[in-house]
C-alpha cells in the first residue's frame, strides 16, 4: 500500500536558520505530492505541491523538489521566521484513486524562537 | 467564498450519544470527504463522496456514516459515540483529479466521556 514517512519533531530553530523536513513515501506508480501546513487552531492549507517527477514546488520562500530516484519530497526553507511556527504534513495521492484520498506522514512540529 | 465550513468547533459526548458534525462547501466541488487527526498518525480518511448520492468508504470508517444528498453537504454521524472516537475531525473538498488541492474546513474538536 502506499504510505509517507517524515521526520518526526518537534523541530526547534532560531529565526533565520534554515530548515530542512525529510519526507520519503512508497507508492505504485506516480503519485502527486503535497505539503499541507497546520497553524495553531486551523485546518490544514496547502504549502506546495508536485505532480511530476522533477518538478519543484515552492510558496512562501519554502520549495520541495519530487524526486522519483530516492522516492522523496523534502521540504526546505533557507531562513525560517517565527511565524512559520506550525506542523507539517507530507502527503501523496495516487494516481486514479477514487475520491482524491490522501496519504498523510504523520506530522512535524516546527517551532522557531526569535 | 466561505470555502469550507464546519460545525460545531468542539463538542463533548458520552460514551454511547449520537450526534451529527455538519460540513459545508460552496466552491461547487465534487469530492468531499471526511478525515480524523490522532497525535503522531497524521489524518485517515474516514468516509468520501465523488458526487451527489455516492459514498464510499475509507480507510477508518468503523461507527461513523455518511450521506451526501446535495453537492454543498457532506454530515458525518456518529451512531453511538465511544472514546476511541475522541479525535479532531476535518472536512475537505476538492475538484477531481488525484493532483488536485484539497480544501480543508477548521475542524471538530470531539471529546467522548
Known amino acids: 500500500g502506499n504510505s509517507v514517512t517524515q521526520m518526526e519533531g518537534p523541530v526547534t530553530l532560531s529565526e533565520e536558520a534554515f530548515l530542512t523536513i525529510n519526507c520519503t513515501y512508497t507508492a505504485t506508480g506516480y503519485p502527486s505530492l503535497f505539503w499541507y501546513v497546520q497553524y495553531p487552531g486551523e485546518g490544514l492549507q496547502l504549502l506546495l505541491k508536485?505532480?511530476?517527477?522533477?518538478d519543484k514546488g515552492s510558496n512562501k520562500g519554502f520549495e520541495a523538489t519530487y524526486r522519483k530516484e530516492t522516492t522523496s519530497f523534502h521540504l526546505e526553507k533557507g531562513s525560517v521566521q517565527v511565524s512559520d511556527s506550525a506542523v507539517y504534513f507530507c502527503a501523496l495521492s495516487a494516481p486514479d484513486n477514487a475520491g482524491n484520498m490522501l496519504t498523510f506522514g504523520g506530522g512535524t512540529r516546527l517551532m522557531v524562537k526569535p | 467564498n466561505a470555502g469550507v465550513t464546519q460545525t460545531p468547533k468542539f463538542q463533548v459526548l458520552k460514551t454511547g450519544q449520537s450526534m451529527t458534525l455538519q460540513c459545508a462547501q460552496d466552491?461547487?466541488?465534487?469530492?468531499m470527504s471526511w478525515y480524523r487527526q490522532d497525535p503522531g498518525m497524521g489524518l485517515r480518511l474516514i468516509h468520501y463522496s465523488v458526487g451527489a448520492g455516492i459514498t464510499d468508504q475509507g480507510e477508518v470508517p468503523n461507527g461513523y456514516n455518511v450521506s451526501r444528498s446535495t453537492t454543498e453537504d457532506f454530515p458525518l454521524r456518529l451512531l453511538s459515540a465511544a472514546p476511541s472516537q475522541t479525535s479532531v475531525y476535518f472536512c475537505a473538498s476538492s475538484q477531481q483529479g488525484s493532483q488536485e488541492t484539497q480544501y480543508f474546513g477548521p475542524g471538530t474538536r470531539l471529546l467522548v466521556l
Open positions: 466552491m461547487n466541488h465534487e469530492y
Open positions: 508536485a505532480t511530476k517527477a522533477d
